[in-house]
């Protein structure tokens, strides 16, 4: 039955992360961007908010959510502060990995130390992009190597990459080309294999820490070699997730900037009355507010029909989600004019975090050209075939 | 929860109402507009289908019918009304919206009858559609002189004993001529602006009401638009809507008028949609016929991105007008849902179908191809009902603290 009505769980957790969302990051906007992370007793907060482990299975320490409450917890964080929206987010992409590519025993062992209490200081990280990648599979190897593996190469665009407590490492099987011979592995904490480059510093999302992983002969024991049932299904499920979270973020971001140009053109006064009074300036407005709400509602039924395995609205929302935010927060810097470009108002860094978000998640254009596929019932020959990977993980 | 299936119902009106437009709507479209008219013998077969139906098959496209699809209540006393009326509408409209618009049946006079009319009134006033044979509503608000300023209507009404005297002229009025009745909207004083407004049935035949002329239109051309005049035309008691103590209270007139938008912009809404749909299922289509690998693949992937980018943009317009729809169903008021629905699926639906024209190419100029008819069309969804300026100004009311003076 369609619906857009919220279970009154879904409004608890709402009102409760749009309070923390209100309280612990908006306010904190420019000092979190200025120390490029967020501080231990901000995350011990969200973990205490039990959001540790939110969208986990609850046999795995989780809370077992759906999609359509992590949407909406996702434009609430977003809403506070993008930027903090993913970096807090972190443990839950390396989860999200084992989750979907581990067997049980392996997210029993992996997990766990998210969820106890003291979780909150560790956090995870997915090395899976690579600078001029093949088209598939990777350039990182993984050799066998007495009973484990050794893994050797470089992971790009790696969030916590070199200082999460655990890494998952996708890597391709000695003498193996392509997605038959990809496979995913954990190398936990003081493995003296795997190091962090130089911070990669952003455009935006400066909270994000941005790293290389460099694997030099990186030696794991077998049992950390992620035991899918089936590779490539699970590494799709994990990207289809990660883009769902990414466009949920979108939103949130695009209402933050539409809501701030609304207070804000209705405060300032020229020729004797508020901005907001006139025509030019109210329309844009009313045009902002449509755009928030049709890019959530293309979420929302993205994370409702993804639960239900149908994955091509989540192509379409990411894309529209992606162009709905950078319009809104373009014309939120617009409406401020010159207060929209300086740093003394948040709506210059929605601006650069649109921009920087859109590529966390599966790009715009891969979204669409999966969408034509589908729509003309054939692969577009001669283009990469679209896994709706982000650049970011 | 939070769901955008269909339930099994509603797929079926989905199914149902999509093969008549198939079958029976798409194969007359062009005829009926290139003739300016939708064959009676046509409509005919179409409403007699229409009583031979069993409720819950053909969707109720206006509420004060009763008994039509969705209008059975949950526990909380809600129906699933409005949202069951857009689905069968936007298929029908995917078939022809101008055959969708010239349906028998109150029209747009409907929601006026229905929330202001008095249980007497409704009663009178629907009964006729019971009867055998074609027979229509219409609402006749915008004058030559008023259009998007409801306020400032012209057309006069003055009490004259057990009648009441109305003088002016309505313009754009849709199956304004041939309506078995017209809501029209008439002023006691223009000075009053919206307190001065008073909403009657003028029945077809009364002396002094008369058809100007039914216009020709860049699109929609099957669709009746009519002028109608009203000269001296005396109008009993019964017909002032709501009754006379019913506009004690000041703007109850205007609020008449305002109230039929709540329900007809997430219709009209979700029209564009389906012409929208049409469109883009036609170039979609062309493509796939057409373009398989016989061009180079850069050409091929800019259709493809500008295809994915029209579905998505009928998806969300889709979701737009849902939302308000499902909001009228939940009794919460809407009007800025509604508007944002009707102005966004406008917009969108004439980029989707400027896109089409363009895949096609030097085809999409043919008139066999549909799709330079739903061109034309698609144009006045985006001025009918409002136009976007004036969603954009019911909008901005809403979202601003204090109502801007423009």
Redesign the interface.
């Known amino acids: 039955m369609i619906s857009f009505a919220l279970e009154e769980d879904q409004q608890m957790i709402q009102e409760t992360v749009r309070k923390f969302a209100a309280e612990a990051l908006r306010p904190k906007l420019r000092e979190h961007e200025k120390a490029g992370a967020l501080p231990g007793a901000l995350r011990q907060k969200f973990h205490e908010l039990g959001l540790g482990l939110l969208d986990a299975p609850e046999a795995a320490g989780g809370q077992g959510a759906s999609l359509t409450t992590l949407a909406l917890v996702q434009e609430e964080l977003a809403f506070g502060d993008p930027g903090a929206a993913v970096a807090l987010w972190a443990p839950h992409l390396a989860a999200q990995a084992i989750l979907c590519l581990g067997d049980e025993a392996q997210q029993q062992r992996f997990l766990g130390r998210f969820a106890d209490p003291k979780g909150f200081t560790r956090t995870g990280a997915v090395g899976y992009c690579e600078r001029a990648a093949p088209l598939a599979g990777f350039h990182t190897t993984a050799k066998r190597q007495g009973a484990g593996w050794v893994l050797n190469g470089k992971k790009a665009f790696v969030v916590e990459g070199g200082s999460a407590d655990l890494h998952v490492i996708f890597a391709q099987l000695d003498g193996t080309s392509g997605w038959d011979g990809a496979a995913a592995f954990v190398v936990e904490a003081g493995n003296s294999g795997l190091k962090g480059g130089e911070r990669q510093r952003l455009l935006g999302l400066e909270t994000v820490k941005v790293a290389e992983v460099i694997l030099e002969n990186c030696q794991i024991p077998d049992g950390n070699r992620l035991n899918p049932t089936d590779f490539r299904a699970g590494v799709l499920e994990m990207f289809a997730r990660g883009g769902l979270i990414n466009a949920a973020r979108q939103v949130g971001l695009a209402r933050a900037a539409y809501e701030f140009a609304l207070d804000y053109t209705q405060e300032r006064k020229a020729f004797g009355k508020p901005v907001a009074h006139f025509q030019a300036i109210a329309f844009t407005l009313a045009e902002m507010a449509t755009d928030v709400e049709a890019a959530r509602w293309m979420v929302w039924r993205a994370a409702s029909e993804l639960e239900r395995g149908e994955g091509t609205p989540l192509a379409e929302a990411v894309a529209h989600a992606n162009e709905a935010a950078w319009r809104v927060a373009d014309n939120a810097v617009q409406l401020l004019g010159g207060a929209g470009y300086v740093q003394d108002y948040p709506v210059e860094k929605w601006l650069r975090d649109t921009k920087a978000l859109a590529l966390f998640g599966p790009p715009s254009e891969a979204a669409d050209l999966a969408v034509a596929a589908r729509e003309l019932g054939e692969p577009l020959s001669g283009l990469p075939s679209s896994t709706l990977q982000p650049f970011f993980t | ?7 099994s119902t ?1 797929a079926q009106v989905k199914e149902f109402a999509h093969q008549f437009s198939k079958t029976v709507v798409r194969p007359i479209s062009l005829e009926a507009d290139r003739n300016h008219r939708i064959p009676d013998e046509f409509m005919l077969r179409l409403s007699q289908m229409r009583q031979m139906m069993t409720v819950g098959e053909v969707p109720a496209e206006y509420g004060g019918e009763g008994g039509g699809a969705g209008e059975s209540k949950d526990k909380k006393g809600k129906t ?1 009304k409005n ?1 069951f009326a857009l689905i069968g509408a936007e298929e029908l409209a995917w078939g022809d919206a101008s055959v969708l618009l010239s349906l028998p049946g109150p029209g747009l006079g409907g929601p006026p009858v229905q929330f202001t009319g008095t249980p007497e009134q409704r009663q009178r006033f629907f009964s006729v559609f019971k009867e055998p044979g074609l027979h229509y509503g219409a609402y006749g608000l915008t004058e030559p002189g008023a259009g998007s300023d409801v306020a400032g209507i012209r057309t006069s009404c003055r009490k004259d004993g057990k009648h009441w005297i109305l003088n002016g002229r309505k313009c754009f009025i849709t199956n304004g001529g041939r309506a078995d009745w017209v809501v029209i909207f008439a002023t006691v004083d223009p000075s009053q602006g919206r307190a001065g407004h008073r909403a009657f049935v003028v029945e077809k035949g009364t002396p002094g009401f008369s058809l100007g002329k039914i216009e020709e239109k860049m699109g929609l051309r099957a669709s009746e638009t009519a002028e109608l005049v009203l000269e001296d035309v005396r109008i009993p008691d019964e017909n002032l809507l709501g009754g006379e103590a019913h506009y004690a209270r000041g703007k109850e007139g205007f609020m008449a008028a305002m109230k039929t938008f709540d329900s007809s912009r997430p219709m009209v809404g979700v029209l564009a949609v389906g012409i929208a749909r049409a469109a883009y299922e036609h170039a ?1 289509d062309f ?2 016929e057409h373009y ?2 016989a061009r180079a ?1 850069p050409r ?2 800019v259709l ?2 500008t ?3 029209d ?3 009928v ?3 889709r ?2 007008c ?2 308000a729809a ?2 009228a169903d ?1 009794g919460v008021p809407n009007a800025k ?1 509604a508007s ?1 629905a009707k ?2 699926a406008a917009k969108m639906a004439m980029k989707v179908c400027a896109d089409a024209v363009q895949i096609l190419g030097a085809h999409g100029l043919e008139q066999q191809q549909f799709v330079e008819k739903w061109y034309r069309d698609i144009k006045v969804f985006d001025i009918f009902e409002g136009t976007g ?1 004036i ?3 019911v ?2 009311k809403r ?4 109502s ?3």
């Open positions: 929860m939070i769901d955008f299936q269909l339930t509603q699933q949202r979609r493509v796939r398989q690998l693949i091929y992937a493809a991105q295809l994915a980018e579905k998505r943009l998806d969300a317009a979701l737009m849902w939302r499902w909001m939940e849902e944002m102005a966004y300026q969603q954009r100004i909008i901005s979202i601003l603290r204090e801007p003076n423009f």
